[in-house]
Nanobody, 114 residues
Framework: QVQLVESGGGLVQAGGSLRLSCAAS????????MAWYRQAPGKERELVAT???????IYADSVKGRFTISRDNAKNTVYLQMNSLKTEDTAVYYC????????WGQGTQVTVSS
């Protein structure tokens, strides 16, 4: 059973930083891409960043230069370092992978206050 568990969300002031973690279990994830998505109230879920099995990274334009996605295959964990946070980054952040089908975590709330 594949499971993804996010952590690290919270309340932070604009300009601050947070690091999200996504711990994966149920199988080895080294060969699979991992991604972070977010969903703000009243908006559709959107892709934030993706990291491939070889470490290639893709970012949404809105977070380029501020967010960094990384992975530790030994720990089966993917991270999202978020710097220079803005109020518009407020959302529930989800971790996702695809192994024959999509798997999602339960999400972690990030709230950025002005």
């Amino acid at each position: 059973q594949v499971q993804l568990v996010e952590s690290g969300g919270g309340l932070v002031q604009a300009g601050g930083s947070l690091r999200l973690s996504c711990a994966a279990s149920g199988r080895t994830f080294n060969n699979y891409a991992m991604a972070w998505y977010r969903q703000a109230p009243g908006k559709e879920r959107e892709l934030v960043a993706t990291i491939t099995s070889l470490g290639g990274r893709i970012y949404a334009d809105s977070v380029k230069g501020r967010f960094t996605i990384s992975r530790d295959n030994a720990k089966n964990t993917v991270y999202l370092q978020m710097n220079s946070l803005k109020t518009e980054d407020t959302a529930v952040y989800y971790c996702k992978t695809r192994i024959y089908r999509e798997y999602w975590g339960q999400g972690t709330q990030v709230t950025v206050s002005s």
